[in-house]
């Protein structure tokens, strides 16, 4: 195994341990950074938001409309009322 290895250049090993050190940098920086979004996130204060409702008082059409796309009822929150079927095991 040994002879094998001193075989190979030195430069494979170096090429190798850049890629790795790479690889690992970026593993690294993206965990790092995806902590980051979450926290900015999480210090929304969702009571700022209008809603679509709020919309209605003077685009009534187009709110009207709006409720019935897929874009909005996939929106909604994963409520018992708008959830059509079962989680339960074997259900449907």
């Given at each position: 195994m040994f002879r094998y290895l001193k075989k190979?250049?030195?430069s494979n090993f170096i090429i190798i341990g850049i890629s790795v050190i790479i690889y690992f940098g970026n593993v690294?920086?993206?965990t790092l950074d995806i902590a980051d979004k979450r926290k900015d996130i999480a210090d929304y204060d969702v009571s700022k938001f209008?809603?679509?409702?709020?919309?209605a008082s003077c685009h009534k059409d187009i709110y009207e409309s709006h409720i019935h796309t897929?874009?909005?009822l996939d929106s909604r929150p994963a409520a018992k009322e708008f959830i059509k079927g079962s989680f339960v095991h074997g259900g449907e």
């Open positions: 190979r250049r030195k690294m920086f993206t209008a809603g679509s409702g709020v919309c897929a874009h909005y």
